[in-house]
Nanobody
Framework: EVQLQASGGGLVQAGGSLRLSCTTS????????VGWFRQAPGKEREGVSY????????WYVDSVKGRFTISSDSAKNAVYLRMNGLKPEDTAVYYC?????WGQGTQVTVSS
């Protein structure tokens, strides 16, 4: 049973923005590192960003630095990935992950 829900994907033109959400009702994100990953067709899954909710530390893969922002809302038990300045190469299925638990993925398609 998938306990993480990823949502917010869609079709957007290059330069546009989307906000992805990762939520769960099974546990509290406060004590965990929550990561966003993506997998484009024919490519391996790669880490995009993570947030350590214990101390607020964040990390981004170089290709999204300055464009994507990860954040956490404790009251809503949600982690967000704000994606600005989207490029066609950002097209992928995006997944959130906590420990060994993966969300079901949400498709992001960026048209040129």
């Amino acid at each position: 049973e998938v306990q993480l829900q990823a949502s917010g994907g869609g079709l957007v033109q290059a330069g546009g923005s989307l906000r992805l959400s990762c939520t769960t009702s099974a546990f509290t994100f406060d004590d965990y590192v929550v990561g966003w990953f993506r997998q484009a067709p024919g490519k391996e899954r790669e880490g995009v960003s993570y947030i350590d909710n214990r101390d607020g530390a964040t990390w981004y893969v170089d290709s999204v630095k300055g464009r994507f922002t990860i954040s956490s809302d404790s009251a809503k038990n949600a982690v967000y990935l704000r994606m600005n300045g989207l490029k066609p190469e950002d097209t992928a299925v995006y997944y959130c992950r906590v420990l060994d638990e993966w969300g079901q993925g949400t498709q992001v398609t960026v048209s040129s």
